[in-house]
Protein backbone atom coordinates (compact mmCIF):
# COMPACT_ATOMS: atom_id res chain seq x y z
CA UNK A 1 0.00 0.00 0.00
CA UNK A 2 1.20 3.54 -0.69
CA UNK A 3 1.76 6.21 1.54
CA UNK A 4 1.06 9.80 0.95
CA UNK A 5 2.18 12.89 2.75
CA UNK A 6 1.06 15.83 2.19
CA UNK A 7 2.47 19.32 2.83
CA UNK A 8 0.79 22.53 2.51
CA UNK A 9 3.17 25.86 3.48
CA UNK A 10 3.37 28.97 2.52
CA UNK A 11 7.09 29.73 0.37
CA UNK A 12 6.76 33.42 0.58
CA UNK A 13 4.30 33.88 -2.93
CA UNK A 14 2.45 31.19 -2.95
CA UNK A 15 0.69 28.51 -0.95
CA UNK A 16 2.07 24.94 -2.72
CA UNK A 17 0.97 21.46 -1.61
CA UNK A 18 4.15 19.01 -1.43
CA UNK A 19 3.30 16.01 -2.21
CA UNK A 20 5.59 12.77 -1.04
CA UNK A 21 4.28 9.10 -2.02
CA UNK A 22 6.17 6.31 -0.58
CA UNK A 23 5.20 3.25 -3.37
CA UNK A 24 5.24 0.08 -1.89
CA UNK A 25 8.63 -1.30 -3.14
CA UNK A 26 9.91 1.68 -1.32
CA UNK A 27 10.78 3.95 -4.08
CA UNK A 28 9.82 7.60 -3.11
CA UNK A 29 7.87 9.79 -5.62
CA UNK A 30 7.27 13.78 -4.91
CA UNK A 31 5.45 16.54 -6.75
CA UNK A 32 4.30 20.00 -6.24
CA UNK A 33 1.05 21.83 -6.41
CA UNK A 34 0.44 25.42 -6.48
CA UNK A 35 -2.55 27.01 -4.70
CA UNK A 36 -2.08 30.69 -5.59
CA UNK A 37 -3.93 32.11 -2.21
CA UNK A 38 -4.79 30.29 0.88
CA UNK A 39 -6.55 27.47 -0.03
CA UNK A 40 -9.70 26.83 1.93
CA UNK A 41 -11.27 23.27 3.08
CA UNK A 42 -13.03 22.48 -0.07
CA UNK A 43 -9.87 23.55 -2.26
CA UNK A 44 -8.19 21.39 -0.18
CA UNK A 45 -10.67 18.83 -0.96
CA UNK A 46 -11.42 19.69 -4.72
CA UNK A 47 -7.52 19.18 -4.81
CA UNK A 48 -7.60 15.56 -3.35
CA UNK A 49 -10.56 14.61 -5.66
CA UNK A 50 -10.21 16.10 -9.30
CA UNK A 51 -6.24 17.84 -10.20
CA UNK A 52 -3.82 14.96 -7.62
CA UNK A 53 -4.38 12.37 -10.37
CA UNK A 54 -3.02 15.08 -13.26
CA UNK A 55 0.35 15.59 -10.52
CA UNK A 56 3.38 14.79 -12.36
CA UNK A 57 5.21 12.48 -9.74
CA UNK A 58 9.16 12.04 -10.40
CA UNK A 59 11.42 9.59 -8.30
CA UNK A 60 13.45 10.84 -5.55
CA UNK A 61 17.00 9.83 -5.54
CA UNK A 62 16.47 9.32 -1.64
CA UNK A 63 15.02 5.59 -0.54
CA UNK A 64 14.05 6.12 3.26
CA UNK A 65 10.92 4.63 4.78
CA UNK A 66 8.67 7.23 6.01
CA UNK A 67 7.80 6.60 9.27
CA UNK A 68 3.69 7.41 10.44
CA UNK A 69 4.69 8.58 13.85
CA UNK A 70 7.19 11.36 12.88
CA UNK A 71 5.00 12.98 10.37
CA UNK A 72 3.45 15.05 13.34
CA UNK A 73 7.00 16.09 14.36
CA UNK A 74 8.24 16.97 10.88
CA UNK A 75 10.18 20.47 11.05
CA UNK A 76 10.72 23.16 8.05
CA UNK A 77 13.83 21.58 7.34
CA UNK A 78 12.75 18.28 6.51
CA UNK A 79 10.11 20.02 4.26
CA UNK A 80 13.13 22.24 2.57
CA UNK A 81 14.79 19.40 1.73
CA UNK A 82 12.47 17.39 0.59
CA UNK A 83 11.65 20.48 -2.10
CA UNK A 84 14.94 20.67 -2.74
CA UNK A 85 15.02 16.61 -3.65
CA UNK A 86 12.11 17.17 -5.99
CA UNK A 87 13.50 20.59 -7.50
CA UNK A 88 16.69 17.95 -8.64
CA UNK A 89 14.62 15.45 -9.97
CA UNK A 90 12.15 18.14 -12.02
CA UNK A 91 15.67 19.48 -12.89
CA UNK A 92 17.03 16.35 -14.25
CA UNK A 93 13.49 15.44 -15.71
CA UNK A 94 13.16 19.07 -18.01
CA UNK A 95 16.68 18.03 -18.65
CA UNK A 96 16.29 15.17 -20.21
CA UNK A 97 12.65 16.34 -21.88
CA UNK A 98 14.92 18.92 -23.13
CA UNK A 99 17.55 16.62 -25.19
CA UNK A 100 14.85 14.60 -26.60
CA UNK A 101 13.65 17.21 -28.11
CA UNK A 102 16.25 18.37 -29.79
CA UNK A 103 17.24 15.40 -30.61
CA UNK A 104 13.51 14.66 -32.53
CA UNK A 105 13.93 18.27 -33.90
CA UNK A 106 17.42 17.76 -35.40
CA UNK A 107 16.18 14.21 -37.12
CA UNK A 108 13.02 15.91 -38.58
CA UNK A 109 15.16 18.93 -39.52
CA UNK A 110 17.15 16.22 -41.60
CA UNK A 111 14.22 14.61 -42.94
CA UNK A 112 13.13 17.86 -43.96
CA UNK A 113 16.19 18.80 -45.97
CA UNK A 114 16.49 15.09 -47.42
CA UNK A 115 12.72 15.65 -48.49
CA UNK A 116 13.54 19.13 -50.11
CA UNK A 117 16.51 17.34 -52.09
CA UNK A 118 14.80 15.01 -53.54
CA UNK A 119 12.38 17.07 -54.85
CA UNK A 120 14.66 18.92 -56.15
CA UNK A 121 16.33 16.18 -57.87
CA UNK A 122 13.28 15.20 -59.08
CA UNK A 123 12.13 18.65 -60.52
CA UNK A 124 15.58 18.93 -62.37
CA UNK A 125 14.76 15.67 -63.93
CA UNK A 126 11.83 16.92 -65.27
CA UNK A 127 9.30 14.93 -63.33
Do not use: C
Not at 6 to 21: M, N, P
Not at 43 to 70: A, G
Amino acid sequence: MDTVITTIYYDGQFWKALVEKESSDGGIFMAEYIFGQEPSNPEVLDFYLNKYEDLLFLQVEEHKKIKPEKILKRSPDRISKSYNEYKDSLRTYLEDKKTEKRILKKVSEQDRYEEKRKKKKLKKRGR
